[in-house]
């Protein structure tokens, strides 16, 4: 693995490998074991969206791995002011060890990848959300101890939450329900993909169908970063879609509930359901760190 593009590029076991070496990072850092195993090493991260997990977590993870971050925001950097996405990748390249990226379209991760010459992580474009995916999987995989035949429900907008959800839980042997309002399903290219994998996937426009006997829902914020000014007109789409009690009846009694926040309470999920369940949704935001940690060892470790 040289990159970490998009799971569409990885396969069902250098997914698991990532997870279990996260699992052991996790456990390490618990227990105050020190694994400086990126000294040295430095992470450029070019911030084109911002954000507080995926700054704080990449940060925090090349500190505890011997590493320094350095971050990068587009008001300070080139690439925001029209150098081609190729030369940043050749500066940057000369300088660092390695480059994460949280952008708007997936062009400029891939072009980094293809005119840089260290690894490039995918920190979130509009089109995929990875990291945030693989610790989705590590979180369900703690509390419920395998991933193999789970049943994930999505509830809500197709986007790339819905697409690394979708390709992430079908490579590792789960079963996916997506539900979203017509209009606004996923990218064609992703239902392609699942489309290979014949009735484990369901695509519906109800919400009730999509969870019945789910062992976990995942559910989104309705209107995205950059999507602010479609906030009334998506308020009205998604209506029917919020992730509450009454729908919850219809999966099974342990089922988990994930969310990868900011979560805004009372549209996509209700408060109370989100305090019932906030022990997963914070131990998933935890597994950002650990699962990021487990991806820069992996693309910049000897």
């Not at 419920?144 to 049943?151: A, D, Q, W």
Request: hydrophobic content about 40%; charged content about 25%; proline content about 3%.
């Amino acid at each position: 693995m040289k990159h970490f593009l998009k799971l569409l590029d990885c396969s069902k076991e250098e997914i698991i490998g990532l997870l279990d070496l996260a699992d052991q990072l996790k456990q390490e850092q618990k227990a105050g074991i020190t694994h400086h195993m990126l000294k040295g090493k430095t992470l450029g991260m070019i911030f084109e969206k911002s954000s507080t997990r995926t700054r704080v977590s990449f940060e925090v993870g090349m500190y505890q791995l011997g590493g320094h971050a350095l971050f990068i925001s587009s008001k300070d950097a080139q690439i925001g002011r029209g150098e081609p996405t190729e030369d940043t990748a050749r500066v940057l390249s000369r300088f660092v060890d390695g480059i994460m990226i949280r952008t708007f379209a997936q062009e400029e991760v891939e072009k980094l990848a293809q005119y840089g010459s260290v690894p490039v992580i995918n920190g979130l474009t509009d089109f995929c959300h990875p990291c945030q995916v693989m610790a989705d999987l590590q979180t369900i995989r703690e509390k419920k101890g395998k991933l193999e035949g789970l049943h994930l429900a999505y509830i809500g907008d197709g986007n790339n939450m819905a697409h690394s959800l979708i390709v992430g839980c079908l490579k590792v042997g789960m079963c996916v329900s997506v539900a979203c309002p017509k209009g606004y399903e996923p990218n064609k290219e992703i239902l392609a993909f699942a489309e290979c994998y014949g009735d484990t996937f369901t695509l519906t426009e109800d919400p009730s169908e999509a969870v019945k006997n789910a062992d976990v829902v995942v559910t989104d914020a309705w209107a995205s970063m950059g999507q602010e000014e479609e906030h009334q007109i998506r308020m009205k789409a998604f209506a029917h879609f919020q992730v509450n009690e009454t729908l919850m009846q219809q999966a099974k009694p342990d089922c988990m509930v994930l969310h990868c926040l900011p979560a805004y309470r009372g549209e996509e999920i209700t408060a109370e359901l989100l305090e019932a369940h906030a022990d997963e949704i914070f131990e998933e935001a935890e597994n950002r760190l650990h699962a990021q940690k487990a991806i820069l060892v992996k693309l910049m470790g000897a």
